[in-house]
């Protein structure tokens, strides 16, 4: 690819820009939500976060620290280039209800509490990724191929606490939609 890149939602809403140059990402990108919202600008050339949008308890992303936090501890998340809408889109993509899930009432109602579930290690790598679908009175895990992911979507900046990597699970509140897959709320 060479030039202006541009990923469209629903034919009319950007939710990245930016330049490439020799098939690579340059310069500073700007990530958006579904809404256009501004979630995460990066700086390709200096591997940088600029911006970050901030979270609050609305979210529908949990993080969940590998060490218990004391009271003067200072922790930090872990952070997916492309912000926490575009640069998870990916992993969305990976899922396909199995069929054996399909005629449930509780989901075809989706009445289930379903989450994706990520595990990034102290390094900042992708080390697992599964589906938790909750009914009210089980879990059911669906393990997704981390394979199938191109390397890039397998990169995080670690998680901290006082600076150290650890490792983290990010839990996110998603749906079941009608043709099987998953998306965000």
Request: proline fraction near 6%; hydrophobic fraction near 35%; charged fraction near 25%.
């Amino acid at each position: 690819m060479e030039g202006l890149y541009q990923a469209i939602y629903r034919e009319r809403q950007p939710v990245a820009t930016g330049m490439y140059n020799q098939d690579k990402r340059i310069g500073l990108w700007r990530f958006y939500d579904a809404a256009g919202h501004p979630m995460q600008t990066y700086d390709y050339d200096a591997k940088t976060v600029i911006f970050e949008a901030k979270e609050d308890t609305t979210s529908n992303f949990r993080y969940l620290l590998d060490n218990t936090l004391g009271p003067t501890d200072k922790a930090h998340k872990p952070i997916k280039t492309g912000g926490r809408y575009f640069g998870y889109l990916n992993y969305l993509k990976l899922f396909k209800l199995p069929p054996e899930f399909a005629t449930h009432p509780e989901v075809t109602l989706n009445e289930v509490k379903t989450t994706l579930e990520l595990l990034v290690s102290p390094g900042g790598r992708l080390a697992d990724i599964k589906v938790n679908i909750n009914n009210g009175a089980e879990d059911h895990f669906i393990r997704l191929k981390l394979n199938l992911l191109p390397p890039e979507d397998r990169i995080f900046t670690p998680a901290t606490i006082n600076g150290e990597p650890v490792a983290c699970r990010i839990i996110i509140r998603v749906y079941i939609t009608e043709d099987d897959g998953i998306d965000f709320y």
